[in-house]
C-alpha cells in the first residue's frame, strides 16, 4: 500500500513563496509518476503539476512560470516550489503517485490527505 505524507502548506502573503513536499512510502518510488492537486472551495480538483519517473514535467497553464514540480529519488520525496503566490492559489495541495502511459497520460491511483495553502494578506 502507497502511503504519501504532505507538508510545508500554510498562509503566505501575495507574492511568496512556499514549498509543499510530499514523502512517499510503500511503492519503488523511482518508478512512478509523481503528482501534485488542488482544490479550492466550490471548485473541482485540478492538476497543478506532474512528474514522470524520467523527469518530464507538466504544468496548468495557470502555475507556469510560477511553480516548479521536482523528485529525490533518494528520498522517496516529490516537492512543489511555488513562487509569485496569489490569492487564487488558494487550496487544499494533494500530493499523488501513479504512473504515465504515451497512450493514456498520467494515472494516478494513491492520495496524500491534502495540505492547506492558504494565500491572503
Known amino acids: 500500500q502507497v502511503q504519501l505524507v504532505e507538508s510545508g502548506g500554510g498562509l503566505v502573503q501575495p507574492g511568496g513563496s512556499l514549498r509543499l513536499s510530499c514523502a512517499a512510502s510503500?511503492?519503488?518510488?523511482?518508478?512512478?509518476?509523481m503528482g501534485w492537486y488542488r482544490q479550492a472551495p466550490g471548485k473541482e480538483r485540478e492538476l497543478v503539476a506532474a512528474?514522470?519517473?524520467?523527469?518530464?514535467?507538466n504544468y496548468a497553464d495557470s502555475v507556469k512560470g510560477r511553480f516548479t514540480i521536482s523528485r529525490d529519488n533518494a528520498k522517496n520525496t516529490v516537492y512543489l516550489q511555488m513562487n509569485s503566490l496569489k490569492p487564487e492559489d488558494t487550496a487544499v495541495y494533494y500530493c499523488?503517485?501513479?504512473?504515465?502511459?504515451?497512450?493514456?497520460?498520467?494515472?494516478?491511483?494513491?492520495w496524500g490527505q491534502g495540505t492547506q495553502v492558504t494565500v491572503s494578506s
Open positions: 499523488t503517485s501513479g504512473s504515465y502511459y504515451r497512450s493514456q497520460g498520467y494515472v494516478f491511483d494513491y
Open positions: 510503500g511503492s519503488i518510488f523511482s518508478l512512478n509518476a
Open positions: 512528474i514522470t519517473s524520467g523527469g518530464s514535467t
